[in-house]
T-cell receptor, first 110, second 114 residues
Framework: DGGITQSPKYLFRKEGQNVTLSCEQN?????MYWYRQDPGQGLRLIYY???????QKGDIAEGYSVSREKKESFPLTVTSAQKNPTAFYLC?????????FGPGTRLTVL | SQELEQSPQSLIVQEGKNLTINCTSS?????LYWYKQKYGEGLIFLMM?????EEKSHEKITAKLDEKKQQSSLHITASQPSHAGIYLC??????????????FGSGTRLQVQP
């Protein structure tokens, strides 16, 4: 089955710790994205990558970092510099016309 | 940057009733996407509209994009409990700095009462 996988589904972090969220796709898409969703709100763009070894900041990149070493993988690191990291994180990849989403990771900072 | 306004924010309907959700943009839409989300899950792609006046249907859901390409509506006919969830519209930001990410509305929460 082709699709986008995110792991873990739930993640708990202590304040001051960095944590990495995984995103893998086997759809052979060049472009990948990370969004953040807060309760009652739409999605906001964190980072995006249109090709391997290249990525760009989105609207709310502060406190986050990414890498794109392989076409299939686009991990997101939430650093201790992110002041309010508790949220639902969604990864996506796209064709020319359509953007597909993974199942999401819920991050909670304790 | 582009902003999308969705209305209503929430909607409760009885099973079998029709309903409409609206999505309005402050700028011309290059592409308008509709997604459905169950709580705590990822987004499921419904439809994408590009051309002014375009209309697409899938099962009991119809989406339209107006001629000016600044407003879209999502219409559900004879709603069922399976239609319950959060409906999100997203706009292609291709015209905004050339990137392909989407800008989203805040969503419409739909409940369907049996």
């Amino acid at each position: 089955d082709g699709g986008i996988t995110q792991s873990p589904k739930y993640l708990f972090r202590k304040e001051g710790q960095n944590v990495t969220l995984s995103c893998e796709q086997n759809l052979n898409h060049d472009a990948m994205y990370w969004y953040r969703q807060d309760p009652g709100q739409g999605l906001r763009l964190i980072y995006y990558s249109q090709i391997v070894n290249d990525f760009q900041k989105g609207d709310i990149a502060e406190g986050y970092s990414v890498s794109r070493e392989k076409k299939e993988s686009f991990p997101l690191t939430v650093t201790s510099a992110q002041k309010n990291p508790t949220a639902f994180y969604l990864c996506a990849s796209s064709t020319a016309d359509t953007q597909y989403f993974g199942p999401g990771t819920r991050l909670t900072v304790l | 940057s582009q902003e999308l306004e969705q209305s209503p924010q929430s909607l409760i309907v009885q099973e079998g009733k029709n309903l409409t959700i609206n999505c309005t943009s402050s700028k011309t839409l290059y592409g308008l996407y509709w997604y459905k989300q169950k709580y705590g899950e990822g987004l499921i792609f419904l439809m994408m509209l590009q051309k002014g006046g375009e209309e697409k249907s899938h099962e009991k859901i119809t989406a339209k994009l107006d001629e000016k390409k600044q407003q879209s509506s999502l219409h559900i006919t004879a709603s069922q409990p399976s239609h319950a969830g959060i409906y999100l519209c997203g706009a292609d930001r291709r015209g905004d700095t050339g990137r392909r990410a989407l800008t989203f509305g805040s969503g419409t929460r739909l409940q369907v009462q049996p």
